[in-house]
């Protein structure tokens, strides 16, 4: 099993900045791509940023050149910093990754549980 966890959410004014962070355990093998979605309250959860595992990225319309998206395979982690906030990035951010626990596995796709970011005007 694999295990998503998120971190660094949080209540900002409106032009600061977070730093949010997904920290992958457990059964892994390598991972794929990794994205980082959003869900606002009464609203469809979207794609906010998402990098391949060679390091390609591709970013919402709505925070292209104030999110930044990056992974330290290493670590097996992700992560999205994001500056020049605004109050419609109020949301909960989660992270998924596709995941092979084995050199021949299929990939696998996980959630975590979300942080909650709230943006202040």
């Known amino acids: 099993q694999v295990q998503l966890v998120e971190s660094g959410g949080g209540l900002v004014q409106a032009g600061g900045s977070l730093r949010l962070s997904c920290a992958a355990s457990g059964s892994i093998f390598s991972i794929n791509a990794m994205g980082w979605y959003r869900q606002a309250p009464g609203k469809q959860r979207e794609l906010v940023a998402s990098i391949t595992s060679g390091g390609s990225t591709k970013y919402a319309g709505s925070v292209k050149g104030r999110f930044t998206i990056s992974r330290d395979d290493a670590k097996n982690t992700l992560y999205l910093q994001m500056n020049s906030l605004k109050p419609e990035d109020t949301a909960v951010y989660y992270c998924?990754?596709?995941?092979?626990?084995?050199?021949?596995?299929?990939?696998?796709?996980?959630w975590g549980q979300g942080t909650q970011v709230t943006v202040s005007s």
């Open positions: 998924n990754a596709a995941v092979s626990a084995s050199y021949s596995g299929t990939y696998n796709s996980y």
